[in-house]
């Protein structure tokens, strides 16, 4: 483990969508380095089984761990999902995942006890929102729904388009039939699409987005710790980005979502780790 608060925190993803995790840690630890990888080569993580899920998961822990990172931060719901019990019990390096942060403000916020879960196929089969949320309040319902055309829409940049309006609807449908007052966006491109399902939903529905909540976390984790960087010293690089494949998609994706100019974006192999 590397105690040193100036140290990196290390996030993953299996490619761009956990920049929306990377730009609440921006936004909201703002003295915190950043060491950010993609597997790009390797996505989408939604449809794999567990096994490849926790295989390539260790895989990038051992590249952030070589990075020195502080604290690690599963930043994909998918992963999250399949791996962190396993990546916590074989690393000393602290770690997060998504799934928490965003469970506990969903059961601290829903009325009706009537708890909706959106995320790709792997997240909503697993259940793992509803045993954590069973754990908090064991008379919440919790209904899931994957929806997997969210991914390639949101990288497509269709963030507002009538197509992806006429997608959400009917992903939405279920949701709204069951009446639920709080829906966890459990995939790391969803927040992107926030406004998208939050006209569909109605505003009396509150919407939780995880990747904000685990940022929180992280902030409280970090403290408790005490590893949060005290110094807010400007630096040229303080985000590092990493990617297995095609940097250049990923650098003009994470340049339209991010407040930093993302100038470099390596490629490396992470078969090798
Ligand atoms: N990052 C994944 C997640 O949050 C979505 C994209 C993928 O399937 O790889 O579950």
Redesign the pocket.
């Known amino acids: 483990m590397n105690a040193d608060p100036n140290a990196p925190i290390g996030v993953f993803?299996?490619?761009i969508?956990?920049l929306t995790v990377a730009r609440e840690i921006m936004r909201n630890l703002p003295s915190e380095r950043i060491v950010y990888f993609g597997?790009t080569a390797r996505?989408?993580?939604?449809?794999?089984s567990k096994e490849t899920i926790l295989r390539f998961s260790r895989q990038i822990v051992r590249f952030l761990k070589e990075q020195q990172v502080k604290a690690i931060v599963v930043?994909?719901?998918?992963?999250?999902?399949f791996a962190v019990d396993e990546l916590r019990e074989e690393t000393d390096t602290p770690l997060l995942g998504?799934i928490e942060a965003g469970a506990r403000v969903a059961a601290a916020r829903t009325v009706n006890r009537k708890i909706g879960v959106i995320?790709?196929e792997?997240?909503v089969r697993s259940r793992i929102h509803e045993s954590f949320l069973k754990k908090l309040d064991p008379e919440v319902t919790v209904y899931g729904k994957a929806c997997?055309l969210f991914?390639p829409l949101v990288e497509e940049g269709w963030l507002h388009d009538p197509v992806t309006v006429e997608v959400a609807r009917r992903y939405l449908q279920e949701m709204k039939e069951e009446q639920v007052d709080t829906l966890i966006l459990?995939?790391?491109?969803?927040p992107l699409l926030r406004s998208t399902i939050g006209n569909i939903m109605g505003e009396n529905v509150t919407l939780v987005n995880p990747a904000y909540e685990t940022a929180l976390a992280l902030r409280a984790m970090l403290e408790e710790q005490g590893i949060n960087r005290q110094e807010n010293v400007q630096e040229e690089f303080p985000y590092r980005f990493f990617v297995s494949d095609l940097a250049e998609k990923f650098q003009s994706f994470a340049n339209s979502i991010l407040p930093y100019d993302v100038k470099m974006t390596r490629k490396i192999d992470i078969e090798r780790y």
């Open positions: 993803d299996s490619g969508g956990g597997d996505l989408p993580y939604g449809n794999k930043a994909c719901n998918t992963a999250s999902a998504v995320g790709t792997g997240t997997p991914v459990g995939c790391t491109h969803y």
